[in-house]
């Protein structure tokens, strides 16, 4: 599956923005899917996950309560709605597909991954 996120950009603290990841090909709904995100300097890190149909989600917790993970699996998108965005919270956002949807954390277990939308967020 080939993906491409998409929706970032510059926003001040305390807005919003939704990310987009579009999946190509018919097999986007057999993936447990990702959001990861990586800040200047840093590594590499979770920021949210989907299973399969959508019923569950998870969250880091730097952004629960902020951020939502969705899916349409009719659309063959994955979305990241950001709200109360926090100066913290720049990076470049990527999206990532997990066929197994075991250690959803870890970035290693994904095996396909988009090639990142930044999002910056000034104070």
């Known amino acids: 599956v080939q993906l ?5 950009g510059l926003v001040q603290a305390g ?10 090909g018919r097999t ?3 993936y447990f899917m990702g959001w990861f995100r990586q800040a200047p300097g840093k590594e590499r890190e ?20 902020r951020f ?16 109360s965005l926090k100066p913290e919270d720049t990076a470049v956002y990527y999206c990532a597909a997990n066929p197994s949807g075991r250690k959803f954390m870890t970035d290693d277990s994904y095996t396909y991954w ?9 104070s």
Not at 15 to 24: D, E, I, K, Q, T
Not at 46 to 62: K, L, M
Not at 68 to 83: E, F, G, P, V
Request: positive net charge; charged residues 10%; glycine residues 12%.
């Open 114 to 122: 988009g090639q990142g939308t930044l999002v910056t967020v000034s």
């Open 4 to 8: 491409q996120a998409s929706g970032g």
């Open 28 to 30: 986007f709904s057999s």
């Open 15 to 24: 807005g919003s923005l939704r990310l987009s990841c579009a999946a190509s």
């Open 68 to 83: 939502t993970i969705s899916r349409d699996n009719a659309k063959n998108t994955l979305y990241l709605q950001m709200n």
């Open 46 to 65: 979770f920021v949210a996950s989907i299973n399969w149909n959508g019923e569950n989600t998870y969250y880091a917790d730097s952004v629960k309560g």
